[in-house]
């Protein structure tokens, strides 16, 4: 007998619950405290100003361009140390964000939903992440902003997206995600030297952040589908951009930076994006966002262009977290 579409969505609903009932069981069993997991006060975790592993490594868009590599060692730890606080800083202020939409979303589906389990459970390691990153902040010692003042002006707004515009929210949340994670990745990978402390931070969040990043992708698999046409198209075209605003908003230094340690303008944007290096960073990014995107039939004649202009387009990952290297 031939399967109807009805029966192919109601197939899909089942797996759906059920891959959510299993990052919700991970949620329970294998997660961490910041306070419990980390040692801050271990010797080992000490911040001295004067430790070389501050220094950016080459994994590090800034931390590869020859400006920074010609500067002395002290300069070079000085900006080290207020970029990794300020990355810590921006990804706080972002899943401060993602918490409030996270809640302003479950705030309306309906009883028996397997979305409010899993996304409370997503929004309680959040603010552990919060936690966490303030805390390495705070330690440090680095009086960073994080992200540029309009955005946390109206940051507070993106939240309400979550109830009107599901799809596009979680699309945003992958457009934040995906950068923070993927750079964490490539530089735990590099082999190169860095400060324990921020080795155990990222490697705390990497572990978690894929399951978050894994219901963010099993979200969109399930509720593109179902989408009006009209809708369906809007969120084709917003898909790229978004992409590429929300990279900048979290991967690009603010001007607090460059006057903190008078970095030339034209070193910033050779980095942020016009270096080859830097564009392939840029684009290895998002690998599996054009995975999912392709999928789901969201790279249309029309979308394609706009991935194009936002200098995102390349080849899709063949699954997920596929290491740069093996595309």
Not at 131 to 159: C, H, K, T, W, Y
Not at 218 to 247: D, H, Q
Not at 256 to 269: A, G, K, N, W
Request: glycine share 6%.
């Amino acid at each position: 007998m031939l399967e109807t579409k009805a029966d192919e969505v109601g197939a899909s609903d089942i797996e759906y619950t059920e891959t959510l009932e299993t990052l919700s069981y991970g949620s329970v069993h294998r997660r961490f405290d910041p306070y419990l997991d980390i040692d801050w006060d271990a010797p080992e975790y000490a911040i001295d100003p004067h430790d070389e592993r501050w220094i950016l490594p080459t994994a590090d868009p800034f931390g590869a361009h020859p400006w920074y590599l010609a500067l002395p060692k002290e300069k070079q730890i000085a900006i080290g140390m207020w970029r990794q606080a300020n990355i810590a800083k921006v990804g706080l202020q972002f899943e401060n964000i993602l918490i409030r939409g996270l809640m302003q979303y479950v705030f309306t589906v309906p009883n028996g939903s397997p979305e409010f389990r899993y996304c409370t459970h997503e929004a309680v390691e959040e603010c552990n992440h919060t936690m966490m990153f303030q805390e390495l902040v705070n330690r440090i010692g680095a009086d960073v902003p994080g992200m540029r003042r309009s955005i946390r002006i109206i940051g507070p707004l993106v939240p309400f997206l979550a109830n009107i515009f599901p799809e596009w929210f979680f699309v945003m949340v992958l457009a934040g995600e995906e950068p923070i994670d993927h750079g964490q990745k490539s530089v735990l990978r590099s082999g190169q030297p860095a400060h324990p402390l921020v080795e155990r931070v990222m490697s705390i969040h990497v572990a978690e952040e894929a399951r978050h990043i894994g219901f963010a992708h099993e979200y969109l698999r399930n509720r593109v589908p179902k989408m009006g046409r009209i809708r369906k198209f809007v969120l084709s075209l917003v898909f790229a951009p978004t992409m590429r605003i929300i990279c900048d908003l979290i991967a690009v230094p603010t001007k607090e930076m460059r006057q903190e340690f008078d970095i030339p303008r034209s070193v910033l944007r050779e980095v942020y994006w016009r270096r080859p290096e830097s564009r392939k960073i840029l684009r290895d990014f998002f690998g599996d966002v054009r995975m999912l995107a392709a999928e789901l039939d969201l790279i249309t004649p029309v979308a394609r262009p706009l991935w194009w202009i936002s200098r995102i387009d390349g080849t899709a990952s063949r699954y997920r977290s596929q290491p740069v290297a093996a595309h």
